[in-house]
């Protein structure tokens, strides 16, 4: 629900576009207008408002809109946390190239009889990559970065064995393209802080595994001087 405060903020701005037409909003208008350095800066309440369309539905009682709490769509956290990360690391360094990469499995194709389409593809959540390193971030938008089948703390088996799988597909993929490049693989597990902090780190065969966890309630400054200490 708005704020009393903010809904007559919205009501005055309404009250200022006199003389422009209403349109009925859906997805597809949005896809209609063309972004350029001239109206730039429309970008973001135009972003802003293709967010509260996606997540504006109807009730069947009486065909009234209602918006949907976007905190509680998990699918939808979970891409967000990933673009904010990956998107952060665009904007805010530059000691990296950031990307998400494709990494090809090593199926000897000769030996196989499966159907290769079947076979899921491999794909990093970002990618930070300069000549010496290559980190590679899976973000997890989990309410906990332990598993609760356990009677003591756990990591979660799966995003370990991910992550791990990702670093030494993507050697052995860089090894036979390059001949033995000298690339330090490194992985990184973050996870929002939901009461509990992480700030761990494994040598994991050949590879550098990090455990973090990152406060998203927390002021702007400390956000960004915790993604960026990741890096270190």
Known sequence: MLSKALKNEAKGIYNQLTGIKDILISPQKFSLVTIHRNNIHYKFPLQVGQLITAQTAIEERNG?????????????????????VRRFYMREQKRFKVSRENIEWRINESESTGNLALIPKMQTDISLISPERKIIIDTKFYLSAYNSRYDSPKLHSSHLYQLYSYLCNLEEQSLSRNGGANKIYEGILLYPKNGIALDESYKIGSHRIKIYTINLEGPWQDIHDRLISLLD
């Open 64 to 84: 009234n809109y209602f918006f949907q709490d976007f905190d509680r769509n998990h699918h939808q956290m979970a891409r967000l946390f990933e673009s904010f």
